[in-house]
């Protein structure tokens, strides 16, 4: 692929709603490192945006950028109409903006319950309406009810996952960001995995998925953006990124 950012056929629909993330001419690394390049994207309200890219393009770091855990060079990063760029991650997760980590990062001494609860640790609403949200992911994860009362690093590596989502939905967010869904599961857990999101986003959170599996990725969201070497090289409607013949080659082995 070149240099240049590609965008495909533009959604009139999801440009029509506003936006709960904006990130414009977006630049961060580490130390004397610079990973991302003037990085632009779009998350509208209530929508599901997938990147995709190879390892070490800046996936990773472009959330932590969003979500604070690392310092933006220059750009901006509006999220639900308010400028957060370098605002410290613990400003930004009260806003509504939780970020889902690669590695899933459970507590391995409390239990899937507990470790659901901590995700509510900075709530001030009653705790009527914090039960009502643990019934809503058990709900969507009927397994995590079953273990509710098991060590949360004692299940299979596609529970675990869903009880690191599930616990980031206890913090009622306006947007969830996933860092890598599929990394190390089967592709049954997978496919659960993302009929989950769906149903997280049918309760009204926009979710912005980073994912290396391609197909998982652009067939749960709407709008897709491919990552490489730190910028964005193209954008657009899922379904035109997948007939698009350089997608199809790079990543989808055809």
């Not at 507590?107 to 319950?113: A, G, H, N």
């Not at 009527?128 to 019934?135: G, Q, T």
């Not at 009810?145 to 690191?164: D, K, L, Y």
Request: with cysteine; aromatic share 4%.
């Amino acid at each position: 692929m070149t240099d240049v950012v590609v965008p495909l056929k533009p959604d009139a629909r999801a440009a029509s709603k506003p936006s709960v993330l904006t990130v414009a001419g977006l630049t961060a690394g580490y130390g004397d490192v610079q990973v991302l390049w003037g990085v632009d994207l779009v998350v509208p309200k209530g929508e599901i945006v997938s990147i995709v890219g190879p390892n070490g393009t800046g996936k990773t770091t472009l959330l932590l950028a969003i979500s604070g855990m690392v310092r933006a060079r220059s750009g901006n990063i509006q999220f639900d109409g308010e400028e957060i760029a370098n605002r410290s991650a613990d400003q930004i997760v009260g806003k509504g903006l939780i970020h889902v980590p690669e590695g899933r990062r459970l507590f391995p001494t409390l239990s899937v319950r507990d470790n659901l609860l901590l995700g509510s640790y900075a709530r001030t609403d009653s705790p009527a309406e914090i039960a009502r949200d643990l019934d809503l992911v058990f709900s969507i994860f009927p397994i995590l009810a079953e273990r509710s009362n098991q060590g949360a690093t004692t299940m299979s590596g596609g529970q675990q996952q869903m009880c690191a989502i599930a616990r980031g939905i206890m913090a009622r967010p306006k947007l969830l960001l996933i860092d890598e869904l599929s990394l190390g599961l089967a592709p049954k857990a997978v496919e659960l995995l993302a009929e989950s999101l769906v149903k997280i986003n049918e309760q009204g959170i926009s979710i912005l998925l980073v994912e290396q599996d391609v197909m998982t990725a652009f067939e749960i969201a709407t709008t897709g953006y491919v990552l490489e070497s730190g910028k964005v090289r193209m954008h657009g409607l899922t379904k035109d990124l997948m007939k698009d013949p350089s997608v199809q080659s790079a990543y989808m082995g055809l």
